[in-house]
């Protein structure tokens, strides 16, 4: 008797997990979670909270989508971990905050951000077209490397010769997927 309740349970627990890993369920490591820079938090903060954080920006442009409720502000503050900013908004709310870095090595940049970080492939997706340039896909084989931290929204974007130039605060993860075949 004590033996049909166990099979019944391995069973049981083998036909859940075939559920949840057909049904597309996120497999590998957290989830994505916007954390604040400076007080601003990507996905919640809105233009005038940036304005009371940083001042007003020197130069306002359209996003590289040609999207006329897509924004980015640029900012010319040296800050100590790089020069601050560019604000990227949707619709008026923040998607993202890029630091740029005097190219640092990647133990260095690591240090300032702390975190854990893991090491992501990328290339541009032309299939998904659309305005400006082409979004990033993930790609084993990709050319672009970026080092992110899922539980904090933050990815650091690796140059050719291995140096960090940048660091993004997100409200979403970079990319859209992987990479459709052409």
Same mark, same amino acid.
């Given at each position: 008797?004590?033996?049909? &309740?166990? $099979? ?9 997990g075939l559920v949840l890993t057909s049904s +597309? ?13 400076? +007080?601003?938090? &990507?996905?919640?903060?809105?233009? &005038?909270?940036?304005?009371?954080? !940083? ?26 971990? /790089? !020069?601050?900013?560019? $604000?990227?908004?949707?619709? %008026?709310?923040?998607?993202s905050i890029t630091i740029t870095l005097p190219? $640092? ?9 702390? /975190? ?8 541009? =997706? =032309?299939?998904?077209?659309? %305005? %400006? ?5 993930? =790609?084993?084989?990709? =050319?672009?490397?970026? !080092?992110?931290? &899922?539980?904090? %929204?933050?990815?650091?974007? $690796? ?17 859209? /997927? ?5």
């Amino acid at each position: 008797m004590r033996r049909a &309740p166990r $099979v019944f349970l391995v069973a049981t627990m083998f036909i859940l997990g075939l559920v949840l890993t057909s049904s +597309g369920q996120e497999r590998s490591g957290p989830g994505w979670k916007a954390s604040a820079y400076k +007080g601003l938090t &990507p996905g919640m903060s809105t233009m &005038p909270d940036v304005i009371r954080r !940083l001042g007003r920006p020197k130069a306002k442009t359209l996003a590289e989508t040609d999207n006329p409720t897509e924004l980015e502000w640029h900012y010319e503050q040296s800050e100590s971990d /790089g !020069l601050c900013c560019n $604000v990227s908004f949707k619709k %008026g709310i923040v998607q993202s905050i890029t630091i740029t870095l005097p190219n $640092v090595e990647q133990s260095k940049a690591i240090q300032i951000f702390g /975190g854990r970080f893991i090491k992501i492939r990328f290339s541009d =997706d =032309d299939t998904r077209g659309g %305005g %400006g340039s082409s979004p990033l896909c993930e =790609d084993p084989t990709g =050319d672009q490397v970026m !080092l992110l931290d &899922p539980g904090r %929204g933050l990815f650091l974007w $690796v140059e050719a010769d291995g140096r960090v130039s940048g660091a993004t605060f997100a409200a979403s993860r970079p990319g859209a /997927g992987e990479c459709r075949k052409k």
